[in-house]
């Protein structure tokens, strides 16, 4: 389980980085991977605290 809850975190850190870099022009598109990239960090961290 450590190991998809690492990878969500670097899921979504990768969604985040595209949207601040990549995704400029088109504003559904940037809420779109920001909305995707901060559920997959909150699903990630809330799974590591469920854990604990």
């Known amino acids: 389980?450590?190991?998809?809850?690492?990878s969500?975190?670097?899921?979504?850190l990768l969604f985040i980085g595209i949207?601040?870099?990549l995704v400029e022009d088109n504003i559904y598109?940037?809420?779109?991977?920001?909305?995707?990239?901060?559920a997959f960090l909150f699903y990630?961290?809330?799974t590591i605290i469920?854990?604990?």
């Open 8 to 12: 969500f975190i670097i899921i979504g």
């Open 44 to 46: 990630s961290i809330f």
């Open 29 to 38: 598109l940037r809420y779109g991977f920001l909305i995707v990239g901060t």
């Open 1 to 6: 389980m450590q190991k998809r809850s690492s």
């Open 19 to 21: 949207t601040m870099t």
């Open 50 to 52: 469920r854990r604990k």
